[in-house]
């Protein structure tokens, strides 16, 4: 098979700038391009060249130009809504409604651990914190006011 571009190296970057800019780690990308992490590791440095497939795969899944990814002109990526790898290894964009989930299930927990540290119920603990956030949002101060 001929080579269908010459920089290995340039071409690793800005995978890896794909990678990056839709905050996924080196499994997570693997993952969704369908190769193990070694692979993928050795594309991103540019000991081993991205092949056809590859590009294919990676261009679809982040809506990129190729001809951004082979030869850095075009249209340079933006991030993509986060990506959720399914159990079957596929990944698909985040919705909305996955990530106010996990904001809010985030938040739980740390209100949780902080009713604990202090000894508050939870629910007082949240009334004082949405009190905080109102205050501080019409400019009348945050966290120094008691």
Excluded: C
């Excluded at 990678?19 to 997570?28: G, V």
């Excluded at 949780?112 to 501080?136: A, F, K, M, N």
């Amino acid at each position: 098979m001929q080579d269908f571009y010459h920089n290995a190296a340039d071409v690793g970057a800005r995978v890896r700038i794909v990678r990056k800019r839709n905050r996924l780690t080196q499994q997570a990308m693997a993952e969704a391009l369908s190769m193990s992490v070694s692979n993928y590791s050795k594309i991103e440095v540019g000991a081993r060249k991205l092949n056809m497939s590859g590009l294919d795969v990676l261009t679809r899944k982040f809506s990129i130009d190729p001809q951004w990814v082979l030869h850095g002109q075009g249209q340079e990526p933006h991030a993509q809504p986060p990506m959720v790898v399914k159990e079957t290894g596929a990944a698909y964009p985040q919705k909305r409604g996955d990530q106010r989930r996990e904001a809010v299930g985030t938040v739980r927990r740390a209100l949780d651990v902080l009713s604990e540290q202090l000894g508050l119920p939870r629910d007082e603990l949240t009334r004082h914190v949405l009190d905080l956030l109102i205050r501080h949002d019409k400019g009348g101060g945050g966290a120094d006011e008691t």
